[in-house]
Nanobody, 124 residues
Framework: QAQLAESGGGLVQAGGSLRLSCSASGGTFSNYFMGWFRQAPGKEREFVAGFGRATGVTHYGDSVKGRFTISRDNAKSTIYLQMNSLKPEDTAVYYC?????????????????WGQGTQVTVSS
């Protein structure tokens, strides 16, 4: 069974950096579109970043452009989210997700596999 597992969350001061990891296992993700989402208390789940494993094209949410970078290590079946210049409003649970097609989507309901999430807290 295909699974995703996030790690790397934590507490960081504003202006700091964190790198999240998402390890994929139990399935063939080579043609999937992979995404990072986040959800803050009382808010809807928000698209953060994504890329097509087959195309390598990346996409970013407007609120993180220029600060966050999505990348992958195919040998380790892992994708990363490098987060720089963090702000208190970046505080949320961050989720890794996989969509069983190579076409991109910014909509959570279009994704088929989800990780358990990792908490990121940015203090002011």
């Amino acid at each position: 069974q295909a699974q995703l597992a996030e790690s790397g969350g934590g507490l960081v001061q504003a202006g700091g950096s964190l790198r999240l990891s998402c390890s994929a296992s139990g399935g063939t993700f080579s043609n999937y579109f992979m995404g990072w989402f986040r959800q803050a208390p009382g808010k809807e789940r928000e698209f953060v970043a994504g890329f097509g494993r087959a195309t390598g094209v990346t996409h970013y949410g407007d609120s993180v452009k220029g600060r966050f970078t999505i990348s992958r290590d195919n040998a380790k079946s892992t994708i990363y989210l490098q987060m720089n210049s963090l702000k208190p409003e970046d505080t949320a649970v961050y989720y890794c997700a996989a969509r069983k097609t190579w076409t991109p989507s910014l909509t959570p309901r279009d994704y088929d596999i989800w990780g358990q999430g990792t908490q990121v807290t940015v203090s002011s």
